[in-house]
């Protein structure tokens, strides 16, 4: 599972996966109609790319592999590790929010063409705030 997850995280960083490396995988699976995977190999390799071609992208996600991620890895120190979590968790997450609320707000706006005003909290005396909880609760 990690491995697989290395060389498809490569494969799609350094594009070895894109159409111009690897042909018209989609289109042409459809023309081929393959009722079988062999089927399939067979007409890939005649008429989209060659093997040749496929071992030399191999290759080079090989050599991206092992020199430019491995010496990235190896640039990698726990502070990075800390900071980019506290960055996802926090900031990411808050961006997130912020963005849903947004859509969401703009879809009703929208819908029902009036502008939404965000909810104001008051704050309540002790009193007011028991009269509150009596009238609410079941």
Known sequence: ???????NSAMNRFQLNFKRNVGPTSESIR??????????RE????NVRSREHIES???????KITEVIQSEVEEITEQDCI?????????????????EIKTVYGQ???ELGAKIE???FIVLSSKQDRLVRQQTCY
């Open 31 to 40: 023309q081929c109609a393959p009722k079988t995977i062999d089927e399939w």
């Open 1 to 7: 599972m990690a491995k697989e997850w290395i060389l």
């Open 57 to 63: 992208l191999g290759k080079k996600l090989y050599i």
């Open 83 to 99: 900071d980019y979590l506290m960055q996802l968790v926090i900031d990411r997450t808050f961006d997130g929010y912020m963005t």
């Open 108 to 110: 009703l706006e929208k």
């Open 118 to 120: 965000p909810a104001r």
């Open 43 to 46: 007409y890939y390799l005649k």
